[in-house]
């Protein structure tokens, strides 16, 4: 798979907030895990498994942040996976960590930057 292919697809797809589009990739069966799901799904912990429950998610989000836009910074290249590095429509820099089984993503992480002044106090 051509992973910077697949990235500009990516952003394509959620700058046109073409969920169809992106969930293609994405197996019946993936489980997917992000802070912003703790927040929008009530009694996930975060977590989010199943891509119809993923479209409802992800939908409430493109609800909520009807201006969202990402701008790809990075790819990573792994072993069956693939992190993608982007700044959202606020500025905040994040992170997609996608896991890929024959192709088709069965695994997802969303990562957010910590704030810089937080970290004095670690």
């Keep these: 798979m051509d992973l910077l292919a697949y990235a500009d697809e990516w952003r394509a797809s959620w700058n046109a907030h073409d969920l169809e589009r992106l969930l293609q990739r994405f197996d019946d069966s993936v489980v997917f895990k992000s802070p912003a799901a703790a927040k929008l799904v009530p009694g996930s912990s975060g977590t989010v498994i199943g891509k119809t429950a993923l479209r409802a998610y992800w939908s409430e989000g ?12 990075a790819v990573y290249e792994g072993v069956d996976c693939m992190t993608i590095n982007f700044v959202n429509q606020d500025g905040r820099e994040a992170n ?4 890929f089984h024959r192709a088709m993503i069965v695994q997802g992480f969303g990562t957010y930057r910590i704030d810089p002044s937080r970290m004095a106090s670690i």
């Design 62 to 73: 493109l609800r909520l942040i009807p201006n969202l836009h990402f701008e790809v910074l």
């Design 96 to 99: 997609e960590v996608l896991i």
